[in-house]
């Protein structure tokens, strides 16, 4: 397990610079088996030294490359695959270790589609207002994949929230809720802005 201050959704991308020792010998376990881990947003604490306290619902990371230095530390890009729950935390030793079941995507249903179009439309609007005030120094891509679970994920990942926040998406119950939590975070920026661009003409 590798415990940190972010999160990683499912299709999300996470590099990492792989420098303490205990996860240097996480990399080599995960590179001699199926190149996974798991990833768990940091509640309490930091990621370097021990000692944090951590989440339960994470994510799987699939290593995709990685490279090594002399001194030890690594460069590695992992991708997330599914969601997991933590069934036990195990003791630390050599690294973070627990117990995990992993959540399958839910099944789709049939007001599904219909919610994801809205929430993506509510981050269209939110782009569209933040250009119109000048607070865009980038314009976030808006396009989306044709699966409905990976939009879901790329919707959660472009959102700008803090990462608590960004558990709360994570550790939804159902991609309904997932989506109706987006919504409202995108709805919340929107409103911060709105009262910015105010203050801004006053």
Request: charged share 25%; aromatic share 6%.
């Amino acid at each position: 397990m590798f415990p940190l201050g972010s999160v990683l959704f499912p299709h999300g991308v996470l590099p990492l610079h792989v420098f303490e020792q205990r996860y240097q010998q996480l990399l080599n376990q995960a590179l001699e088996t199926d190149r996974k881990f798991g990833v768990v947003l940091i509640s309490r604490g930091s990621e370097v030294g021990g000692g944090e306290i951590r989440n339960n619902i994470g994510t799987v990371a699939v290593i995709e490359d990685h490279q090594r230095f002399d001194d030890g530390r690594a460069a590695v890009v992992s991708t997330g695959a599914q969601r997991l729950e933590v069934v036990d935390w195990l003791p630390d030793d050599p690294f973070p270790r627990a117990m995990v079941r992993e959540l399958a995507p839910e099944p789709a249903v049939n007001d599904d589609a219909v919610l994801l179009a809205r929430v993506q439309q509510t981050f269209h609007d939110l782009i569209s207002l933040g250009q119109r005030l000048g607070r865009l120094e980038q314009t976030p891509d808006a396009t989306w994949a044709d699966d409905l679970e990976q939009a879901t994920w790329q919707l959660a990942g472009r959102a700008p929230c803090t990462a608590l926040d960004q558990y709360s998406v994570l550790a939804a119950p159902t991609r309904a809720s997932r989506l109706q939590k987006i919504d409202q975070l995108l709805k919340d920026v929107a409103a911060d802005l709105e009262m910015m661009g105010r203050l801004d003409d006053n």
